[in-house]
């Protein structure tokens, strides 16, 4: 019977010597002439299955060939072992490569190869554990996302990535068009943000979520920045600032407690090979209180450590750097924190402009070693402050008129927010570098296969 | 307390005489003097819930320029009203207009209006009951598909969608730069497909699966395409052509029933409003073998019904028309119906070279109303066969290296799938334009938003 190594680990003692088949790629050679031990990867489960070859078994000359990342079918026989560190091993009966091998020099080998150089193969560095571990993670995130929104009621709302409007008012984005350059009927844009197209349907829907691929431009190299990364937007009508900071934190902390609990062997890795108090600190964040202060109050501790920064300039109205956030969430809060009320400079035309005329109704939260995950907003539902801020910041009205006009029917106001789901990865692996956490990374002056 | 009408229905003995507070949209309004019956809806549910005004307890000037369209928050009594067709009514106590309402003139009302006309105003359309209908089902069959997947073991993979080398061989892709036209270090399109990057992470994983948007810059303005829409996309090494063809009948078997399932009243509705054996018909479908026959045996049939078709020249290597394809699954076999082995030059550069020199070991399978709903193949693991294929088909070979070098380590071959989430839609649901299954829908000279 062909089986899982996923699930022989989860239930061991029920496959005990039964008969079964595996197929998957070889990790690991060892052995003499007379007995030999592979281990096995099937991709199913972070753990490597051992499966035992005796010469007096298999004929050992079909196994000449036979290297790491090969792929291979083999039955036999499975032992529980649960005496040992491994949860069992196969007594090979039947061996296959499968398959063509034009060469046993796979770049993947047991030797330490740095992430720099595997950055350079993203079509084979999955194949190594630490990779193997990511992805995976990668993928139980994903879909815990998904099932956070489906459990609350949410609907998945798919909105459009080609755009003629810039929903940030940025300057950072990509211009699509065919060969012949006459595609569309105006300029379109690969969309920086699905939010102005989520609050039409928020409407109706009270509430809704869009989780798609993003793209920015992107100049800056930096470690946490990629042209084409992943974005959550909820957006729910009759929230405000405070009803929808709680949903942000609520999914953040829901679906890093589910990760945790159903990849209990990838942290373990994780932790084995980087920061052994991951869990931890992973559990405490999601089992406290988030703290929440203003950006006012934010400025005034920074300035009370004001030598510490590269950029020292902080006054009410300066734009938090990446240093000034992860102090905050590193060395003021421990914790992730949530700051809210932001000068209207720094922020989007949309947001609900407060009653003292400076700030909006903006929150984001920060978390250690990463600085911004979460940005959000209640956005503004009336007519007139939203066209008189968007006069101000000489937008083109005319592309926007639709979205004015979700402001004239049925409109009890409405908020939500952008989580980057790659760095949510990063803060739930501890990986540093954005490129380490997407399969084929995309970057300025830098596009790989 | 704040509930939704989703849980009300749902139990609604349960809150028979209790107060509740409902947030929603007013969908229709009749009474007289003393007493006003409001329907609203929430959004959480297909169905309104009827709340009671007398005005005894309400004061009616309150709801004066109450009109069709606006949200408002109401709590009081409800009462289970099983004796009755709706499943209960609230009694109302408070009631409030949320939000700015600047005409009563919302374009939505209670009169029919033509999926044209809805199509000119994509931000409103979905509060009508057919749109709110269609958007709730592509919301439970999007998630049905992740629950799939992760249920069968697959790992979630993000295929870029900015990519340097176009995987269909064919014309119609988008350009994306940014302004200054030096964003990247090479030519750069919208991904028409994530396949040749999820065959690297079938290697290593085993079974692997993208869903995402993907990008056509398709000139033909037809019912069923869009420039932009979402596709699934599985890929399993160690699968061969019978494999993968077995795994998209289950999925889309499985899916359509667990959609059929959990959206009763959704179904209830298209029925009455469009075709009555809707759901007979999926069920069929999802409960039957599903035949197989080769491309050639395909022609055959065809052959024998030439006169009905406005592209009479048919002979072994023409490329099938959706008619053809709609007139095999509609009047030859009146299921979904898969063929096999297509002619290599009607079909991709990397699918597997059967030994008759002529096809390869392609499939797709047909459905009533669309024609094509998934395409897929088993892959080309040859290195030298591959790469004679791309030779003849002059493509340029350093831009693929990285996908030829698939077949040097541990290939074991793999299949896949490419499955157009509209049109899976489009066949759940019986709507027949995809214009009307995509929220904000682009199309050649078309986008508006």
């Not at 692996?429 to 380490?436: G, M």
Request: charged fraction near 25%; include cysteine; aromatic fraction near 12%.
């Amino acid at each position: 019977m062909l089986a899982t190594i996923s699930e022989i680990c989860v239930h061991p003692e029920l496959h005990d010597q039964k008969k079964v088949t595996i197929q998957g790629w070889v990790t690991n050679i060892r052995g003499n002439l007379k007995i030999m031990f592979i281990e096995l990867n099937d991709g199913s489960s972070f753990k490597n299955l051992q499966c035992v070859l005796k010469s007096d078994l298999i004929e050992f000359e079909k196994t000449e060939n036979l290297a790491i990342g090969m792929a291979i079918e083999i039955s036999g026989i499975f032992s529980n072992t649960p005496e040992r560190q491994q949860f069992g091993e196969i007594l090979v009966e039947n061996f296959e490569i499968k398959g063509h091998n034009y060469s046993a020099n796979f770049p993947i080998q047991n030797q330490e190869i740095s992430l720099e150089i595997l950055r350079q193969m993203p079509h084979f560095r999955h194949r190594t554990r630490l990779f193997r571990v990511i992805m995976k993670l990668r993928s139980s995130l994903f879909y815990e996302i998904h099932k956070f929104f489906s459990r609350q009621g949410f609907i998945n709302f798919s909105a459009p990535i080609l755009t003629s409007n810039d929903g940030e008012g940025a300057g950072e984005v990509f211009i699509v068009d065919d060969e012949k350059k006459e595609f569309f009927n105006k300029k379109t844009t690969l969309g920086v943000t699905g939010q102005l197209h989520a609050e039409a349907y928020a409407l109706g829907f009270k509430k809704v979520y869009t989780f798609a691929p993003t793209f920015r431009a992107e100049r800056s190299n930096t470690r946490k920045h990629a042209a084409e990364f992943w974005m959550i937007e909820p957006e729910v009508a009759f929230y405000n600032l405070e009803q929808i900071i709680e949903l942000a934190v609520k999914l953040v902390q829901k679906v890093i407690k589910s990760v945790i609990i159903r990849n209990k062997d990838e942290f373990t890795f994780l932790e084995k090979v980087g920061d052994k108090n991951l869990r931890r600190r992973l559990i405490q964040f999601c089992d406290s209180q988030v703290s929440q202060i203003s950006y006012e109050k934010a400025i005034e501790l920074l300035l009370e450590h004001q030598d510490k920064f590269e950029e020292k300039d902080l006054f009410f109205g300066a734009d938090l750097k990446t240093e000034h956030e992860r102090f905050l969430a590193e060395e003021i809060f421990n914790s992730p924190v949530v700051i809210t009320n932001y000068p209207k400079a720094l922020k989007a035309f949309y947001m609900h402009q407060n009653d003292d005329g400076q700030t909006v109704a903006a929150f984001d939260l920060l978390v250690p070693g990463i600085g911004e995950l979460i940005g959000g907003s209640q956005r503004e539902v009336r007519y007139e402050k939203l066209l008189e801020r968007m006069h101000e910041l000489k937008m083109n009205i005319e592309d926007f008129q639709w979205y004015l006009d979700l402001r004239k029917f049925g409109n009890p106001g409405s908020s939500g927010f952008g989580l980057g789901f790659e760095r949510l990865l990063m803060y739930v692996t501890s990986i540093e570098n954005i490129r380490d956490v997407i399969p084929f990374p995309r970057t300025n002056k830098n596009i790989l296969m």
